[in-house]
């Protein structure tokens, strides 16, 4: 069998115990049990830095959620796990991430564009920069809704009071989702 190495956490560990000399069986033994302790060790490490949740669904909410990560191209649990810091966040799951980068592209584009026009004609005879000032900020208010429209869905309290508003009977409908709720977490 292999020395031990000198400045190894396995040497450190065999010398604790007073076992440097150990060999053969004697060593292959020590080492699991060294293992086990560093493996104990590092897992408690773990989760105190990295704090894990288990979540439990219903059929059909898993179906949903299987659902809703594919269209996202993400796995169910990184969905939940974005969806739930974005929701936090107010930053959220976008369906289609590659079309809101290739809208905000084009913004781009044409407001470069907009500026070398501007930087161009700034010499000439006709000084529109104001022109060409305003057609960047309405650029930069189109990209601001966008942002909005698609980033950053209205909250969820939002959303209850405007389904208030529309029909008062959603309030009934709003109690027994929450009674439901409460009885399945009591039980």
């Known amino acids: 069998m ?3 190495k000198r400045n190894s956490g396995l040497f450190d560990y065999l010398d604790s115990l007073g076992r440097l000399d ?5 060593l292959r033994a020590l080492k699991a049990a060294y293992r086990r302790e560093y493996m104990k060790a590092y897992k408690r490490s773990e989760r105190i830095r990295n704090r894990h ?10 179906e949903v959620i299987k659902k809703a990560s594919k269209e996202h191209g993400m796995s169910e649990n990184s969905f939940i796990k974005a969806a739930v810091t974005g929701y936090l966040n107010t930053s959220y799951v976008v369906k289609d991430r590659i079309v809101l980068d290739s809208i905000f592209q084009t913004l781009l584009k044409f407001q470069s564009a907009i500026n070398q026009v501007r930087d161009r004609d700034k010499g000439g005879l006709f000084k529109a920069d104001k022109d060409y000032d305003s057609l960047v900020m309405s650029l930069q208010v189109i ?6 429209a698609f980033a950053t869905p209205p909250l969820l309290q939002e959303e209850i009071k405007k389904a208030l508003a529309n029909n008062p009977n959603f309030l009934q409908t709003l109690k027994d989702i929450v009674q439901t709720y409460d009885s399945q977490i009591l039980h």
């Open 2 to 4: 292999k020395a031990v």
């Open 22 to 26: 150990a060999t053969g069986d004697e």
């Open 53 to 62: 949740y288990t979540l439990t669904f219903k059929r059909s909410e898993t």
């Open 143 to 148: 990209k601001q809704r966008i942002t909005e």
